[in-house]
């Protein structure tokens, strides 16, 4: 007789039709975040299934409960065996039912997700593998994660891990002909089994005999209340990124007092960081409240929730549960041909449950696999140097397939460096197409970090091996190297630019030197060997800039310095120069000295100055020439201009004087009428010339110059005694001094306001009182080729041929010479003064020696 399905307690749908293969039994378990897996037996008339008819096939069965209606369960055979034949030509056949989900357990890949949430990362798995049956309920927050590997796993592995992770539990809900893989992180995705409400009784006849639960064990245990966690980012290295939380269970005595702590939370910023600390409480809790029983209940399903109707004890009456896992048995019993009667029907399970007010969250079983070692990869990029702002860049390992093909890779990945500190250390990027080693953070291939470079047939080497084995070079992209020679003997170290700058070391033994050239052929050369330093330019000026000092220093016995067309040197605060024996400089055009603040020459013996057509000095207030003996001056024709004082000072005491030569010329005047016109009577010109008392203003000899600059230099000396004595400040002292320097400065000695004053002797006085008689000519010869000529009119002063003469008269003075200098010859000073009019020098005035001059109402031609 065939086989029939009808009225059995099980029943069995396959691809192969019905009453094909009848089921006689079954056994499985299913739980909350695991794979379902039945083993199911089946008779069959046709003893030749063919495998490839079921396996991979999508099969439906069930067992009927108590009001007929069916619970099903769908899945697709991943393995099917053909057994024995009875006696009938019946064969026997097992197959194992699992979930579309387990064939994500075929396949191992690895493969990069970047930027995406574990729900993108789910649908794209699931899109890859084809699969559509499933529903994603996910309430509470998941952060997007910006690196995401699966390496050297499963597709499910993969996922696994990650809805471990992040708290995701997955059950299915089954139905004629599919199953519907549920993917959720709340209580609230929680639903009903068929059978809504559920006895235990205390006796199993009557209602006992309806689908109920035959044994309830409520465990209790105790977890810790604590956990916390940590992590780091180098974006925000200082930031405090631990994150904690506390059970919510309180009837555990002592619980608040352990705490779980671990490192890493794999997250980098803390509000991602404390939902998962949450989640990991939660974790925890899960195991604290757990029922076991076994029952009759046919409807029992991970993720159904059911409510106790009647129980034996009262404290559970009407609480409400959801099924965490079921283990289940079946067996038909009835006559393969007709059939037979429901007591020899049968059907148990042992299941967990949890109260449905927890939220359930997976335990973290599934492991996260580890790098083992260094792994190489390729710097990728759209730049020669693709890098941020934190000197990351971009790889693609060599096992990326899908990067290789689209051209992408990894995240940005640091890069570890020689030296790394607070802006100042080491810095070396890769450059694409490099092949740089990477290591992982513990391990964990979503924390990749380089840690070096390696050459590889395409990216070789930079100097041929091994011929140049001895060497060591760094050199860049654009070409800039430093090289090391280590060879015994052969020792150097060379620096390169592309440019052509270089600076070579030389250690070669007989050839000790260092070089500095740069690309136009400047350079500076020190040759260890030869004691000697070279400093050359084939085609520049050279300029040496120093802060402060310059010091030069020859220890044999000349020294050379050689220059084409400039020579400039830039003073700083100090310039010192040394000379032996003798310094000399010779400049064939232009010499320029410009001082900021003060010269000073300090010569032992002699010093000598040649010039070949005109010496200029120009000065902003006063000009002093301090000489011990006399000033000598032998040129031509001397001039001095000055807008104010011109004074010639010379000698000390009683034996002042000015010397005039016979051919000597002197301009003087005091202007006394409104037009300027000159006015002077003999007394006046006797006083001009000899520095006697008369109108044309005072006169001072050099002992009273002498008595009254030591009287004010007493008064100086006075003051700073007094400073010192009285404990005055300096400043005050210093400003004391200075009132006093003022009555030198402002007395008629220092400043003669255009007077002409000499030093007098026996003979000024004679020539004075005969001035003074009034006569009407006084002829007075002075030299064989010269006279004098005192009238009531005035004075003339001239030689025999009258072709240089002195006359004064009442219209002023005239110094008339054609043929010689005028010299004019003083031991103190030589004063010109008026004190309306103008004094109008022509031609140059020469001055030499210590000389003042003092500008005032003074015009130059």
């Given at each position: 007789?065939?086989?029939?399905?009808?009225?059995?307690?099980?029943?069995?749908?396959?691809?192969?039709?019905?009453?094909?293969?009848?089921?006689?039994?079954?056994?499985?378990?299913?739980?909350?975040?695991?794979?379902?897996?039945?083993?199911?037996?089946?008779?069959?008339?046709?003893?030749?299934?063919?495998?490839?008819?079921?396996?991979?096939?999508?099969?439906?069965?069930?067992?009927?409960?108590?009001?007929?209606?069916?619970?099903?369960?769908?899945?697709?055979?991943?393995?099917?065996?053909?057994?024995?034949?009875?006696?009938?030509?019946?064969?026997?056949?097992?197959?194992?039912?699992?979930?579309?989900?387990?064939?994500?357990?075929?396949?191992?890949?690895?493969?990069?997700?970047?930027?995406?949430?574990?729900?993108?990362?789910?649908?794209?798995?699931?899109?890859?593998?084809?699969?559509?049956?499933?529903?994603?309920?996910?309430k509470g927050k998941h952060a997007e994660r910006e690196y995401c590997v699966q390496f050297r796993e499963s597709d499910f592995n993969?996922?696994?891990?990650?809805?471990?992770?992040?708290?995701?539990?997955?059950?299915?809900?089954?139905?004629?002909?599919?199953?519907?893989?549920?993917?959720?992180?709340?209580?609230?995705?929680?639903?009903?089994?068929?059978?809504?409400?559920?006895?235990?009784?205390?006796?199993?006849?009557?209602?006992?005999?309806?689908?109920?639960?035959?044994?309830?064990?409520?465990?209790?245990?105790?977890?810790?209340?604590?956990?916390?966690?940590?992590?780091?980012?180098?974006?925000?290295?200082?930031?405090?990124?631990?994150?904690?939380?506390?059970?919510?269970?309180?009837?555990?005595?002592?619980?608040?007092?352990?705490?779980?702590?671990?490192?890493?939370?794999?997250?980098?910023?803390?509000?991602?960081?404390?939902?998962?600390?949450?989640?990991?409480?939660?974790?925890?809790?899960?195991?604290?409240?757990?029922?076991?029983?076994?029952?009759?209940?046919?409807?029992?399903?991970?993720?159904?929730?059911?409510?106790?109707?009647?129980?034996?004890?009262?404290?559970?009456?009407?609480?409400?549960?959801?099924?965490?896992?079921?283990?289940?048995?079946?067996?038909?019993?009835?006559?393969?041909?007709?059939?037979?009667?429901?007591?020899?029907?049968?059907?148990?399970?042992?299941?967990?449950?949890?109260?449905?007010?927890?939220?359930?969250?997976?335990?973290?079983?599934?492991?996260?696999?580890?790098?083992?070692?260094?792994?190489?990869?390729?710097?990728?990029?759209?730049?020669?140097?693709?890098?941020?702002?934190?000197?990351?860049?971009?790889?693609?390992?060599?096992?990326?397939?899908?990067?290789?093909?689209?051209?992408?890779?990894?995240?940005?990945?640091?890069?570890?460096?020689?030296?790394?500190?607070?802006?100042?250390?080491?810095?070396?990027?890769?450059?694409?197409?490099?092949?740089?080693?990477?290591?992982?953070?513990?391990?964990?291939?979503?924390?990749?970090?380089?840690?070096?470079?390696?050459?590889?047939?395409?990216?070789?080497?930079?100097?041929?091996?091994?011929?140049?084995?001895?060497?060591?070079?760094?050199?860049?992209?654009?070409?800039?190297?430093?090289?090391?020679?280590?060879?015994?003997?052969?020792?150097?170290?060379?620096?390169?630019?592309?440019?052509?700058?270089?600076?070579?070391?030389?250690?070669?033994?007989?050839?000790?030197?260092?070089?500095?050239?740069?690309?136009?052929?400047?350079?500076?050369?020190?040759?260890?060997?030869?004691?000697?330093?070279?400093?050359?330019?084939?085609?520049?000026?050279?300029?040496?800039?120093?802060?402060?000092?310059?010091?030069?220093?020859?220890?044999?016995?000349?020294?050379?310095?050689?220059?084409?067309?400039?020579?400039?040197?830039?003073?700083?605060?100090?310039?010192?120069?040394?000379?032996?024996?003798?310094?000399?400089?010779?400049?064939?055009?232009?010499?320029?000295?410009?001082?900021?603040?003060?010269?000073?020459?300090?010569?032992?013996?002699?010093?000598?100055?040649?010039?070949?057509?005109?010496?200029?000095?120009?000065?902003?207030?006063?000009?002093?020439?301090?000489?011990?003996?006399?000033?000598?001056?032998?040129?031509?024709?001397?001039?001095?201009?000055?807008?104010?004082?011109?004074?010639?000072?010379?000698?000390?005491?009683?034996?002042?004087?000015?010397?005039?030569?016979?051919?000597?010329?002197?301009?003087?005047?005091?202007?006394?009428?409104?037009?300027?016109?000159?006015?002077?009577?003999?007394?006046?010109?006797?006083?001009?010339?000899?520095?006697?008392?008369?109108?044309?203003?005072?006169?001072?000899?050099?002992?009273?110059?002498?008595?009254?600059k030591d009287a004010i230099t007493a008064k100086i000396e006075k003051a700073k005694a007094d400073g010192r004595k009285n404990n005055?400040?300096?400043?005050?002292?210093?400003?004391?001094?200075?009132?006093?320097?003022?009555?030198?400065?402002?007395?008629?000695?220092?400043?003669?306001?255009?007077?002409?004053?000499?030093?007098?002797?026996?003979?000024?006085?004679?020539?004075?009182?005969?001035?003074?008689?009034?006569?009407?000519?006084?002829?007075?010869?002075?030299?064989?080729?010269?006279?004098?000529?005192?009238?009531?009119?005035?004075?003339?002063?001239?030689?025999?041929?009258?072709?240089?003469?002195?006359?004064?008269?009442?219209?002023?003075?005239?110094?008339?010479?054609?043929?010689?200098?005028?010299?004019?010859?003083?031991?103190?000073?030589?004063?010109?003064?008026?004190?309306?009019?103008?004094?109008?020098?022509?031609?140059?005035?020469?001055?030499?020696?210590?000389?003042?001059?003092?500008?005032?109402?003074?015009?130059?031609?």
């Open positions: 007789m065939a086989l029939k399905q009808a009225s059995r307690l099980l029943s069995l749908q396959t691809p192969l039709g019905d009453n094909e293969m009848v089921l006689t039994g079954f056994t499985g378990e299913e739980g909350l975040s695991r794979l379902f897996r039945f083993q199911l037996e089946m008779i069959s008339d046709n003893n030749a299934v063919s495998p490839k008819d079921v396996v991979g096939k999508n099969v439906t069965f069930g067992v009927r409960l108590a009001d007929d209606s069916l619970r099903r369960f769908n899945g697709v055979v991943a393995r099917f065996q053909a057994g024995d034949e009875d006696e009938n030509g019946r064969r026997s056949y097992r197959a194992e039912v699992v979930p579309q989900f387990w064939f994500l357990t075929r396949n191992a890949d690895c493969r990069i997700f970047e930027n995406k949430t574990l729900k993108q990362i789910i649908e794209e798995v699931f899109s890859d593998r084809g699969l559509t049956d499933y529903k994603i309920d996910f993969f996922l696994s891990r990650l809805m471990e992770e992040e708290g995701v539990w997955y059950a299915f809900k089954h139905e004629d002909g599919k199953h519907t893989m549920l993917i959720a992180d709340k209580s609230s995705a929680y639903f009903d089994c068929q059978q809504k409400e559920v006895d235990y009784p205390f006796d199993f006849g009557g209602i006992a005999l309806e689908d109920h639960i035959r044994s309830w064990n409520h465990n209790y245990e105790f977890r810790s209340g604590k956990v916390a966690q940590a992590d780091y980012n180098f974006k925000t290295p200082s930031a405090d990124l631990g994150t904690s939380s506390t059970t919510i269970v309180k009837d555990v005595s002592g619980a608040d007092k352990y705490e779980l702590f671990d490192y890493p939370g794999y997250y980098f910023v803390k509000s991602d960081g404390q939902p998962l600390a949450d989640v990991r409480m939660e974790e925890e809790e899960v195991e604290h409240d757990v029922v076991e029983g076994t029952s009759l209940c046919r409807c029992f399903t991970p993720g159904g929730k059911f409510k106790i109707r009647q129980h034996r004890s009262a404290s559970e009456k009407g609480k409400s549960y959801v099924v965490t896992s079921v283990q289940h048995q079946a067996r038909e019993l009835m006559s393969y041909e007709t059939g037979g009667s429901a007591d020899e029907q049968g059907y148990a399970n042992s299941f967990t449950c949890i109260p449905d007010s927890v939220n359930f969250r997976p335990q973290r079983r599934t492991s996260k696999p580890s790098v083992q070692g260094l792994q190489t990869a390729v710097v990728i990029g759209d730049d020669e140097i693709p890098v941020d702002e934190y000197g990351r860049v971009r790889v693609r390992f060599f096992w990326d397939r899908k990067g290789k093909k689209e051209d992408v890779g990894t995240c940005w990945v640091r890069v570890s460096q020689l030296w790394a500190s607070a802006e100042w250390g080491g810095m070396h990027i890769p450059h694409k197409d490099d092949e740089v080693l990477v290591d992982f953070i513990d391990g964990d291939p979503d924390r990749p970090m380089i840690v070096g470079r390696v050459y590889n047939a395409q990216r070789k080497v930079p100097l041929p091996l091994p011929d140049e084995k001895t060497k060591s070079i760094i050199r860049d992209y654009g070409n800039n190297q430093m090289i090391w020679e280590g060879k015994p003997g052969q020792q150097y170290l060379h620096i390169q630019q592309e440019c052509g700058n270089e600076l070579l070391m030389n250690g070669i033994e007989g050839k000790e030197s260092v070089q500095l050239r740069d690309k136009f052929g400047n350079e500076i050369f020190m040759d260890s060997v030869g004691g000697t330093m070279r400093l050359s330019s084939p085609s520049h000026n050279s300029v040496i800039l120093l802060g402060n000092s310059i010091y030069q220093q020859c220890d044999s016995n000349n020294s050379s310095f050689t220059a084409g067309d400039t020579i400039n040197v830039h003073k700083g605060l100090k310039h010192d120069v040394y000379k032996g024996f003798r310094s000399q400089t010779d400049i064939g055009g232009y010499y320029e000295a410009q001082l900021g603040f003060k010269s000073c020459f300090v010569i032992g013996s002699e010093f000598a100055g040649r010039v070949g057509s005109a010496v200029g000095l120009q000065y902003a207030k006063q000009v002093n020439l301090n000489i011990k003996d006399y000033v000598q001056h032998s040129a031509g024709p001397m001039k001095i201009d000055s807008d104010g004082i011109l004074g010639l000072v010379g000698g000390a005491g009683d034996s002042s004087k000015a010397i005039l030569g016979p051919k000597a010329h002197i301009i003087s005047y005091k202007s006394s009428s409104a037009k300027g016109r000159p006015s002077f009577t003999p007394g006046d010109i006797a006083a001009l010339i000899l520095g006697l008392a008369g109108p044309a203003g005072m006169i001072v000899n050099g002992a009273q110059m002498k008595a009254m005055k400040p300096q400043d005050q002292v210093d400003k004391e001094v200075a009132e006093i320097a003022k009555t030198w400065t402002n007395s008629n000695v220092q400043n003669f306001n255009g007077e002409l004053v000499a030093g007098i002797g026996a003979v000024a006085g004679a020539l004075a009182a005969k001035l003074a008689s009034n006569s009407s000519d006084v002829p007075m010869h002075a030299a064989a080729e010269g006279e004098i000529h005192l009238t009531k009119n005035g004075v003339a002063i001239g030689a025999l041929n009258r072709s240089e003469a002195v006359t004064m008269t009442k219209q002023g003075i005239r110094v008339i010479s054609q043929d010689a200098d005028v010299e004019i010859k003083a031991d103190k000073a030589i004063v010109l003064h008026t004190l309306s009019a103008n004094i109008t020098v022509t031609g140059k005035i020469t001055q030499f020696g210590k000389t003042k001059i003092k500008q005032k109402n003074l015009l130059v031609d």
